[in-house]
């Protein structure tokens, strides 16, 4: 009618999208650019490793706290306030002089990360209170994920190509921008409740564990025994701290009624190896493709368009079978289809075989990740305890961060930086991390396999919004 004010729920709901949209596209944009970043700055593996993982590790850990701490100050404080820092942070980014600069930049970009992805959740549900209004648009913030995850490699391939490893940051710089203006009205507000304490010890040993147990896998990598032999320890210390700190905390960091749960170990290592995968593999396929074989940064984004396709057009045929059938069935194809995906790209790689092999198994590892992910999202839900379902999902999320760290961290170790652009030989280290890989998704295929079956009473509306 004439004189009334536009609904400002879609131009915010656009807003949470859209941040979600930055942080995860974070997770996969500078995958093409690590020659162009290595030249630069100078650096070995390691310190590529450390540029991933920098972000990987302090996004994990945090968000075993960050929803608390979402129900605490607001949501939308919360949110608005990880944009802002993200939108900061990536420009920092951009003018890092150093390759350890930017490693601890990154770190705060994850941080900022794991500030956006809770408190996002909370304010879609804050928006639409009616369950069939949320489905929707909960199914819409879902989506952006395998868009995300489709655009990282093209996105990053473009801009280094455009205007080097820079570019990657500075285009978080408008995002963010944006982000606030559409997430700025009083329609975005979700106000502060009472919420349990947020463990400050636990979770800083939480992070200073994973970030320890990393920087030990990525020193045996390099074959720094003496570096490997301390992180390691003080690895394990951190650890056993953290599990006597939750063992006398009242409000622990991990949630016991979710991992107590029948059959949610399966599922939660189902999701680490599913990050683990991932992720090694945008690690470790650009510097094969850039330095042994190459490619420009343009054309490795163009490679991994096998793999990154399915990733924005199959959840949605994800969530209807899992609809019909239960999660369970679409996890397992999803898990095998990893597992022959990696096998494939590492015979590919191993035997110097055309690209077409290689995209075969970019191909079958980027339909297991899209069968995989939502029907593990909403598993991990059906099995939570009533009353746990927030807590079931940031701790499958953090887990999914963890694999992520160590597919880094491991397959990396595989693989060298050095001057072989063009040579197109085989890399055998490559291979090998890519095989390594497969039997890692393979052993999580066998494990959900003999475990307790997931129950059917999916929530439809989240993942098949057609549905009725």
């Known amino acids: 009618m004439p004189g009334m004010s536009p609904d400002p729920k879609p131009y915010a709901l656009a807003g949470i999208a859209l941040g979600y949209f930055m942080v995860l596209l974070d997770m996969t944009v500078l995958s093409v650019a690590e020659p162009d970043l290595a030249h630069a700055l100078g650096g070995s593996v390691a310190g590529l490793q450390w540029a991933v993982t920098g972000y990987t590790v302090a996004f994990g850990a945090l968000l075993l706290s960050a929803g608390a701490a979402a129900d605490r100050f607001g949501a939308h404080r919360l949110f608005r306030g990880g944009v802002a820092v993200f939108g900061a942070g990536s420009l920092l ?16 970009l994850g941080a900022a990360a794991a500030a956006c992805v809770p408190s996002s959740m909370a304010l879609i549900t804050r928006l639409y209170p009616d369950p069939a209004r949320r489905g929707r648009a909960v199914a819409v913030w879902a989506a952006v994920s395998g868009a995300a995850l489709a655009a990282g490699p093209i996105v990053g391939g473009l801009l280094v190509g455009l205007a080097g490893w820079r570019a990657v940051f500075l285009v978080n710089v408008p995002i963010a921008a944006l982000t606030l203006a559409l997430v700025s009205g009083n329609a975005v507000r979700c106000p502060a409740a009472p919420a349990r304490r947020i463990d400050r010890t636990g979770q800083a040993l ?148 055309p690209y077409a092999l290689l995209a075969a198994g970019l191909a ?69 991390a890519l095989l390594v890989a497969a039997a890692v998704c393979a052993a999580a295929a066998a494990i959900a396999a003999a475990g307790r079956r997931t129950p059917r009473d999916a929530a439809a509306p989240v993942l098949a919004p057609a549905r009725r």
């Open 364 to 432: 079958a590892a980027g339909f297991g990740v899209s069968f995989a992910l939502p029907a593990l999202t909403t598993a991990v839900i059906a099995l939570a305890p009533d009353g746990a379902a927030g807590a079931a999902g940031g701790l499958f999320n953090a887990l999914r961060q963890l694999g992520a760290t160590m597919g880094v961290a491991v397959l990396g170790a595989f693989v060298t930086v050095g001057p072989h652009r063009g040579t197109g030989r085989a890399d055998h280290g490559v291979a090998g």
């Open 206 to 353: 939480a992070c200073a564990a994973l970030a320890l147990g990393t920087d030990a896998l990525i020193a045996s990598g390099g074959r720094h025994w003496a570096h490997t032999a301390w992180s390691c320890g003080a690895a394990i210390a951190a650890g056993g701290l953290f599990a006597l700190r939750e063992a006398r905390s009242t409000s622990p960091v991990l949630s016991g009624a979710v991992l107590r749960a029948p059959g949610m170990g399966a599922m939660l290592l189902a999701g680490a190896a599913v990050g683990f995968t991932l992720t090694g593999v945008l690690f470790v396929l650009p510097l094969l493709l850039q330095q042994h074989l190459g490619y420009s940064a343009v054309g490795t984004g163009l490679a991994f368009l096998p793999m990154t396709l399915p990733t924005a057009f199959n959840p949605l045929l994800t969530g209807r079978i899992v609809a019909r059938v239960g999660p369970r069935g679409p996890v397992l194809a999803g898990l095998c289809l990893l597992t022959a995906g990696a096998a494939a790209m590492g015979a590919a790689v191993w035997t110097g075989a």
């Open 93 to 108: 980014c951009a003018a890092a002089q150093g390759l350890w600069t930017l490693v601890v930049l990154r770190a705060v």
